[in-house]
């Protein structure tokens, strides 16, 4: 019984191990086995050669003991000149090896004949058409027999009409005998085709059988827009998504926005590449209090689609005491939160990487590794702002002038904050907590309110600090806490 399972496994292995083998033909397809071939006329041999794994690396033809390379790829060819052919049955014997040193060969007897062998028109077969789209298609023939004189031309051809021939369109594909695929291009969507194969060799061009074939409609690409935030800067990047190219090349994709609904790329747009997929689009030159329209386009050979409407507002701010401040806290690095009551994102002291406002701790960059540390030096550096264009975080004479307002702490659609100004100027500030620096843990959520200023202090930096028990002020903290910011224009 052991022994019968020893040999069972061993049986296993090699049935597995079979599986996994490379397999490679070499098969002689012209001239025939047992064909006549005449004396005076080259003798070209045919060889289709493929390969499971790897590519074919060679394929040799060897006749009257001597090797001839062959030329072009699968199906290769090898000529012997006429006159190294002799009268009598011969052997012709190929070889394919590829990159793995694996090897297969084919062999067939002809005989070479003093007299004439007649000229035939070659036989030819038509396959079915395949990869159909609007505008072209892959159609697929067969040379089974050269008719007996070299093949100098193959292809398909195509017609709105049946029976095509080479006088109408058509496609060079090589020589020889076998198998080949043509592309047909260039052809109109919504159209009935009739296709046939075709060889040619010195007696005239043979015609497969004929098939035929619909374009597919052809239609206007499909495009989305992407998500715009309601409020933003004299500059926003928004984007779209091409999910369709409406069979047919996209040429032209963007955005395009207005201060009207439904904008057209006769205004303002951006064009931002070709193709199918998402893209991303960069508006500039907006006013500020204004109210914008976007639709995304993608436009193809049957025009130009639009995606949904989306809408925002540039910020115009409010004058507070001779200062014009943001209505909207920032979110990810130059950006607006969407609403006033919204909270954004924290950020420690001179630095321009954004950390979410509740939990799971998560930067804008898609990490969460805290680091203890904010930035170095005493002033915010420009390149580290991360307020919108066309605004920046406010100095500490700034933060102090919003400090002695009048305030009063107030809910906002459930959120706790304070009202800063006077009469119809005021602005909410939400009081969202902070960040530990030491442990990146959230602390004093709808409590209190911190709001970084430009400047620093030794390790420490300024802010300003709002709370409904305490009052407002202006105090020092650690440069690693994690705060937010309310910016102001330049």
């Known amino acids: 019984m052991k022994k019968a399972l020893i040999l069972l496994g061993l049986a296993i292995i090699l049935a597995l191990s079979g599986c996994s083998k490379n397999k490679i033909t070499c098969t002689i397809i012209s001239p025939k086995n047992g064909a006549e ?24 033809v060897h006749f009257n003991n001597a090797s001839y390379s062959t030329t072009g790829t699968n199906p290769y060819t090898a000529t012997v000149p006429s006159e190294f052919l002799t009268p009598g049955k011969q052997t012709i014997r190929a070889v394919a090896i590829d990159k793995e040193n694996m090897q297969a060969e084919s062999s067939i007897s002809i005989t070479i004949t003093e007299k004439f062998v007649p000229a035939e028109l070659p036989e030819v077969t038509t396959n079915a058409v395949i990869n159909i789209t609007a505008t072209y298609a892959i159609a697929e023939g067969n040379v089974t027999h050269d008719g007996n004189r070299p093949i100098s031309a193959r292809g398909v051809c195509w017609s709105t009409v049946e029976n095509p021939t080479i006088e109408n369109s058509k496609t060079e594909d090589d020589i020889g005998a076998g198998s080949f695929s043509s592309i047909i291009s260039d052809i109109a969507p919504n159209t009935l085709y009739y296709v046939r194969a075709y060889a040619t060799n010195e007696v005239g061009t043979a015609y497969g059988e004929q098939v035929s074939f619909t374009t597919l409609s052809f239609h206007v690409p499909t495009v ?16 779209g998504n091409v999910t369709s190219d409406g069979y047919n ?22 064009i931002d590449g070709s193709g199918t997929g998402s893209f991303t689009s960069n508006i500039t030159g907006l006013n500020k209090g204004t109210l914008y329209y976007v639709r995304a386009y993608a436009t193809n050979e049957a025009g130009t689609v639009y995606g949904n409407q989306v809408s925002f507002t540039v910020d115009a701010g409010v004058e507070i005491n001779g200062v014009l ?37 998560i930067n804008s960059n898609g990490g969460t590794t805290w680091d203890i540390f904010g930035g170095s030096g005493i002033i915010w550096l420009k390149a580290n ?32 904050g304070c009202i800063l100004g006077n009469g119809n100027n005021t602005i909410f500030l939400p009081v969202a907590g902070y960040r530990s620096y030491a442990t990146s843990v959230l602390n004093a959520v709808g409590m209190f309110g911190y709001y ?21 002020g202006v105090g020092y903290a650690d440069r690693g806490d994690a705060f937010s910011v309310r910016c102001v224009a330049e």
């Open 37 to 60: 071939h005449p004396i005076n006329d080259d003798l070209v041999i045919t060889v289709e050669a493929t390969d499971t794994k790897g590519i074919i690396a060679r394929v040799t």
């Open 224 to 239: 989305a827009t992407g998500k715009i935030p309601a409020n933003t800067s004299t500059s926003v990047l928004c984007g």
């Open 249 to 270: 090349l996209v040429t032209a994709r963007g955005v395009c926005w207005s201060t009207s609904k439904n904008p057209t790329i006769n205004g303002s747009k951006t």
């Open 325 to 361: 401040w943001a209505t909207y806290n920032v979110d990810m690095p130059g950006t607006f939160a969407e609403k006033p009551e919204d909270a954004g994102m924290f950020y420690q002291w001179a630095r321009k990487i954004g950390w979410s406002t509740t939990d799971p701790l």
């Open 385 to 416: 702002d991360p307020c919108p264009t066309g605004w920046r975080v406010p100095t500490i004479a700034e933060l102090q002038s919003l400090a002695i307002v009048d305030s009063q702490w107030a809910t906002v659609n459930g959120i706790n």
């Open 452 to 472: 970084w200023s430009n400047a620093a202090d030794g390790s420490s930096s300024i802010y300003l600090f709002l709370s409904g028990n305490y009052g407002n």
